[in-house]
C-alpha cells in the first residue's frame, strides 16, 4: 500500500476530507516552544534548526487544509491557532520573560515543552472515535503517526547523548 502524507492527500483531491487539524496545530505550537527553548539555550544548534524546519512545514500543511477545509472546520482550526499557537506561546512568552530569572528561564520552558510534547504524541488519537466508528483506518494519519514515534526515540537518543534531560524525557 503507498502511503501518502496528509498534506497532499488533501492537496490532490482538494478537500480536507474527515482530515483534523488539531494534530498539526498542536505540532507548530510544539516547534515553536522548542525553538523558543533553543534559542534559550547555548549550543542549540540542531534544536534551532530542525524546530525551524518544523514550523515551515506545520504552516504550510495548515495553510493548504485551511484553503481546502469547509467553513465550519477552518473556523474551528483558527480557533485552535488563535488559542494555541499565539495566545498560549505569547502567555508562556510573557510569563518567562517577565516573571522567571536568569538559567531558570531554559528550564520553565523546557518543562511547558515536555508538557506539550505529550500532546504532539497523543493528538493523533484525536481521530481515533472516528476509526472505531467506521472500522476504517482510511483517515488516521498512519505516516504522521509513524514519523511521530521515530522522532521521539531520535530525539530521547539525543538528548541522552548531549546529556540534554528535557529533550530525552520530553518524549513519551
Not at 515553536?32 to 542549540?44: E, F, Q, R
Not at 505569547?90 to 520553565?108: C, D, E, H, Q, Y
Amino acid at each position: 500500500m503507498y502511503l501518502r502524507p496528509t498534506f497532499l492527500i488533501i492537496y490532490k483531491k482538494k478537500s480536507s476530507e474527515g482530515y483534523h487539524s488539531i494534530p498539526y496545530v498542536i505540532a507548530l505550537s510544539s516547534a515553536m516552544l522548542l525553538l523558543y527553548y533553543g534559542l534559550l539555550k547555548s549550543n542549540a544548534v540542531l534544536i534551532i534548526t530542525i524546530n525551524s524546519i518544523g514550523c515551515v512545514i506545520e504552516v504550510i500543511y495548515l495553510m493548504l487544509y485551511l484553503i481546502y477545509a469547509p467553513q465550519k472546520q477552518k473556523s474551528f482550526t483558527i480557533k485552535l491557532i488563535l488559542v494555541f499557537n499565539v495566545g498560549a506561546f505569547a502567555l508562556m512568552m510573557v510569563i518567562v520573560n517577565f516573571f522567571v530569572k536568569g538559567p531558570n528561564r531554559v528550564t520553565a520552558v523546557g518543562c511547558v515543552c515536555a508538557v506539550y510534547n505529550v500532546a504532539v504524541f497523543s493528538a493523533p488519537l484525536s481521530i481515533m472515535r472516528r476509526v472505531m466508528k467506521t472500522k476504517s483506518v482510511e483517515y488516521m494519519p498512519f505516516s504522521l503517526s509513524f514519523f511521530l514515534t521515530l522522532c521521539a526515540t531520535m530525539w530521547f537518543f539525543y538528548g541522552l547523548f548531549v546529556k540534554d534531560m528535557v529533550i530525552a524525557y520530553q518524549t513519551p
